[in-house]
C-alpha cells in the first residue's frame, strides 16, 4: 500500500496504517515548498472504525465520571509542556507563525491554560447546572451526549484551537464524550505531536481507548457524511464559511448538533468626538490589530466605520502611512493567499478604492503586502452584504460615512459578527451616538467592546466567542471560556422520580464535591439538601 | 373582499382585515361539522407587515426592561382568569375535551401558572445568567434576539402551548422578545379570545404596539417562507414531525434558530421483577397514561416493553381488557383518526397483532376506539425505525422481549424520546437489570422515569421537556420549565472593557434587584460586587 510510507492514524488506541492509499504533505508557508511528513487521507472505512469504537466507549467514558478526564487534561497539559520544542518546530514550520513570543510564549501557554480551566470545570461540575426541585422529586443536569463528538479545528492556531488539545477538544471531553478529532490539513505534525501526547496521558488517566482519536484528512463527502452519522454525539468546527455551511446542512438534515465557527468581519466604530480626539492612536491600534498573526484571527477588524471630516483625512492617512510602511506578511498558505487576492478584486470591483497595498511581494512563499481599501457609507449601503466579508489575512476595509446617523444605519445593515466596537470620546461627548448606535450593534454581535480592538479572546467565564449567524451556526453558544463552552456538548437529563440511590452523584441529596454549584429550590447553593 | 366576514388579525396593535381571500372554519370533533368562526388565511402581504412591525418594534421592547414585561404577563393571566368561560366554551367546541376538569380546572390554571412564573423570573432577572469576572472586566448575560419569535402552537393544548398565552410564548416574551402567534387552525376562537386578553393587557403594561400578533392560518410554502426570515429571531414549533422537519430545513439553511417539539413514542420498560410483584396495578397505570386526554399527548407511552413469561401473559390481557372496556374517544379532529388509522395499517402490515380496538364507532364526529397491538422483541429489533412511531391518539404497541437482555438491546436501537420509564421491583430486585439498561436509555430520551408513567409534565426549574432528535431538533433545550425554556429565545451578550455607565443594569457591580443571581468571579451570588 502506498501509505506504508505514511504515519499512521490514531484509531481506537492504537497508532495503525489508514486504510487508504491517498497521502498529503503539508506546505511550508515560507517557502511554498511541500514539508516532509506523508500523512494519511483517510477514506471512509477509516471513519467508520473511528465512530464505532467512540461510540463503543461513550457509555465508559461517560460512566468513569469528572475526576479521571479531569486528570488526563491535566496530564495532557504536563505532557504538551514537555513536548514544547518539538510543538514550537513544528509549528513554526507548519504555520510560520512566529516561534517567539506567539507560538512558545503566548498560544501554548494559552492551550495550558485551556485545559487546566476545563479540568477545573469538569472536576468542579458547576457546569453542567445541576437543578433539583425537591418539592416535585424532578432533577436534571447536564450530562455527556452519548456518541463521540467530531472536532474539525481551524489553520490559524495549531495549538489553542487544534482538535487536538483545543479549546473544543477540552469541551468535549470535559462533557464526557469521546473525541474523534479531524486534523487541520496545515499541520498535521502538530497535531501528531499532541495527539501523541494525548494518547499518553488517555492510558496514564485510565480513559477508554477509543476516548481520543485522531484523522488527519478527508475528502469533503467523507467530511458530510460523517457529521450527519446517527452515531456521533456533535460536531464542532472552525473555519471558511463554504465548507462550514456545507458542514450545517450535512448535520442539521440528520439532527445532529454542529457548533460552527465561520467567518467574521468585527466592525469597529469610531464615533466623532473620538476621531478628533485620538486619530493616530487609533489609527495605530487598527493597524496593529489588523496585522496581528498577519490578519490571520477570527477577531481581526475587517471593517471601519469613521464620519467624514477633516480628521477623517487625517486618520486615513495614519492607517495609510501604517499599511503602507509594513513589510509583506507570511500567510499561513496559499488558500489564505488566493482568498485574499480574490476579496481585493471583488471590492474593487464593487467600487471600493485601494488605499495601501497591492503590490506583489518578490520571493519564494506565500506573501502578502497588507492590503487596506476606502469606501464611502453610501456605498456600502447600497449592497452591505458585498462589503462585510470576511478577509482572513491582511485586508481592511474603512467605510467612511456622512455622519454618525449614516454610521447607525450601517450598523443596522450588518450580518451577524463576533465582535463589534465602538470607540468613543474618553469625556462622554459621543454618548448621544454611542446610545443610538449601541443597541442596533448589539444585536448584531456576540462580543460589543468599548475603546478597545477585538483580537485577543481572553479564556474567561464571560467571554463570548460567538455571534448570530452566519458568524455562527447558534447565537447562544460560545467557542471559547469555560463552563459555558462546555455545555455544548452535553444533553439535558432529567430525572423524574428517579429512585435516590439510582441518582447520579450530582443530584443526590448530598452535594458530592462539597463546593459544586447547584441550582436547588431556585436557589444556587454550595450546601447538601 | 370575501375575508369581510372572516375575524381580523392582529397586527402591529391593531384588529384588522386579512389582505387575503382565502378562509378557513374549525371542526367540532363531536360531529365533524364546522364551527360557526370564520377565520382568514394570511397572504404573506400579512405575515410581511407583522415581521416589519414586530422588527421595528423589537428595540423598544428591549429597552424597556423585565419589569414592564413580568407586568404584561400577569395581566394577561388575570384577564384569561376573567374570560375562563368564554375560554372553557371555545376550547370545548373545538377541541372536544372535557371541560372540566380538563379544561377549566387543570390546563386554565396551568396556563396561568405558567405564566406567572414566566413574570416570576423575568422580573427576578436571574435566567439571563448574568457572569462576571472582575479581573478581566469581561461581563456576560443572555438578552433579546433582537427580532420576533415566531410562535406555532399544537393543537393538543389549546391554552398551555398555545400560540397566545402558552409556554413558549411567555418564554419568548420573558426573554425581551416581540412575538408573532401563528394559531393551531384548530382552535382559532379560544386563540382569538386569548389574543384580546394578551392585546388590551399589552396596552395596559405599556408595552410597543407589535409585542404580541396573531395570525390564524399561513400556506405551507409562507411558513417555510416565515422561519427564514432574516428579521425573525427565531421560531418555536410544536406539532407533527413532517410539518416540523420542513420548517427546520427552511430556518437551518437560513440559519435562524428554531426550536422543535416534534414526536416521541416515549418508551415504557417493565423489568422482570416488577411484572412479577405487579402486573395489574402496571397495566392499569399503563392504560390511563395511553387514553389520557384520548392519548394526544406528547409524552403518551406508545411503546411498552416486557420480558416474555407467564406474568408477560396475564400483563398483557389486563391492558387488553382495559383497552377493550373503554369507550371510543373522540380525538382532537380528522387529521388525527386518520394518522392513527395509518399508523394501524401500518403496523399491521410490519407483523404486529392487533390486540385490543379495530372497531370503527358508530355515530358522527371523529372517534376511535383505543388501538393496541402487540410484537416480538426479535421483531422490533429488526426494524426499529419502524415500530417507535408516534401515533398521536389513543394507539400504543406492546414489545415482547425474551429476555431483560432483548430489553437492553431494544433499547440500544431506539431513536430520541422525550421520556423514557423504568418500572422496578420495590425490593431492588430489579437492580442489575436497571444498571445494564438505564445508561443505554438515558442518552435516548430527555427525561427518564421511575415507577411512574410520562403523561403529566410538570412545569419546575428541573423539568425537560425535550430530548435527542428526532424528538426535539437540540437535546439540550427545554420546552417548559423557567427559567430554562426562557434562555432558548436569548443571545449570548458579551461586554468587554464596556465603560460602567453603559452596561445594562444587569450587569453593571451593584445587584440590580437585590436578589438576582448572578455568577461573579465563579461563584454565584445574590450580592453586589
Redesign the interface.
Known sequence: MTTSRAFPILIDGEWRPSRGSETFRALDPETGGALAGEYPVSPWSDIAEAVAAGKRD??AL??LGPDPVAGFLEGLAVRIEERKPDLVAAARLETALPAEPRLGSVELPRTLDQLRKAAEACRGRSWCRA???TK?D???M??????PVVIMGPSNFPYAYNAVGGGDFASALAAGNPVIAKSHPGHPTTTRILAEAAREALAAAGLPRASVQLLYHLAPEDGLRLVADRDIGATAFTGGRPSGLAL??AA??????IYLELSSANPVFVLPGALDERPEAIAAELFRSCTLASGQMCTKPGLAVIPDGPTARRFIEAVREAFEGSEPMVLLGPKVRDGLREAAARLAAEGAERVAGGREPSGSGTRSYPALFRMSGARFLEDPSAFQIESFGTLSVLVVAKDAHEMRAIAASLD?HL?GAIYSRSDGGDDLD?EAI???L???V???????M?TGV?V?????H?G???AT??????AVGFP?AI??F??????????AD?LPPELRDANPTGTM?R?ID????QLSI
Do not use: Q
Not at 446 to 452: A, P
Not at 460 to 464: D, G, K, L, R, V
Open positions: 461513550a457509555p461517560a460512566a437543578t433539583i426541585d416535585a424532578i432533577r436534571s447536564y450530562g455527556p451526549l452519548g456518541g450545517k446542512k442539521d438534515g440528520a439532527g445532529r448538533p451577524g465582535t454611542y449601541e443597541p442596533v448589539r444585536t448584531k456576540g462580543r460589543l467592546l468599548n475603546d478597545k477585538p481572553a474567561s467565564p464571560a467571554m463570548n460567538g448570530p449567524y452566519p451556526g447558534h447565537p447562544g453558544f460560545t459555558a455545555v455544548r452535553a444533553a439535558l437529563r432529567c430525572y423524574d422520580h428517579v429512585r439510582r454549584w441550582l431556585g436557589e444556587w447553593t
